[in-house]
């Protein structure tokens, strides 16, 4: 079996998983629009591909594909996944399996705003979120949040753009400079990032791996601690029945007040995964299995201990570019 990960980045590890768990002939092939991206010389080969952006980067994708009699495609970045998704039926032509959820749930997890009125149309707690001052101010009134409040991009990603505000002043002020933002309480008690596999054959839950948040760097998860919690389970439980996400997906989870809420959906491989995986949770081996057209195990209760922190620290490559 070949696998093509794609816009590989920095994401060392994820291939390197993926190199441990695949047998002597299969391949795991990198890609990434930048020659400099540390991940692609952790694989068995890698390709240089256009920007997502670029009008001939999905021709490229798909001759790598072919070049490398390719199986099976997964991305490592929130935009590609949407391209992907609505250029399905082209990998199915050349009989490539896509590892990823179905459009309709990408777009959803892509958008804050349609993600929250998303979940909670089906009934899975989430944190509650604003798009107008109206709404807030209504809210207010009601007692229903206080401050502060966390304003933040509708769109974003990575933590970029997210600011706290104390009172209506500040709100107003940072919501009129600025399109496209949202608001939401502050919820941020505790943080967990839940690491989650959904076989996309049977779209059940397959593994689930939690993690306290300790420290954040650049938007991903830099120090965490495993956790046993069977709230946080019964939330994702619920959150896969009532839900069409497949694969691995990485979840947000915030406590307030005795109660969890989903804060994000990221439908890929989280930043946080290398704890997961070293804890005993093997992704790239559920993926395998699928591909191959075998379902995987239904989760039925915890496979790791509690209390185990994952230290992320740099390393480096040093390559001569002819």
Known sequence: MNILASSAGRRAKVIDYFRQTLGVQ???IAADCDINAPALYFADDYEIIPRIDDPNYLDKLIEVCQKHHIDAVFSLIDPELEVLAK???KFEEINVTLILSPLEMIVKSFDKQKTYDYLSDVGVPSVPTYSSIEEVIQQLEFGRICFP???KPGKGSASIGIQTVHNLDDLNFIFSKENGLIIQPYYKHKEFGVDTYVDMITGELTDIFIKEKVKMRSGETDKSVSVNNL???DLVKNFVEKTDFIGPLDLD???YADS???SEINPRFGGGYPHAYEMGSNFPQYIINNVSGKSNKSFSEYQYDQGY???KYDEVILKKFL
């Open 253 to 255: 989870i915030f406590e």
């Open 231 to 233: 709230d946080i389970v």
């Open 309 to 311: 922190t994952l230290l």
């Open 260 to 262: 969890y809420y989903i």
């Open 149 to 151: 409040l966390v304003i």
């Open 26 to 28: 299969d391949s795991i």
């Open 87 to 89: 250029n399905k039926e």
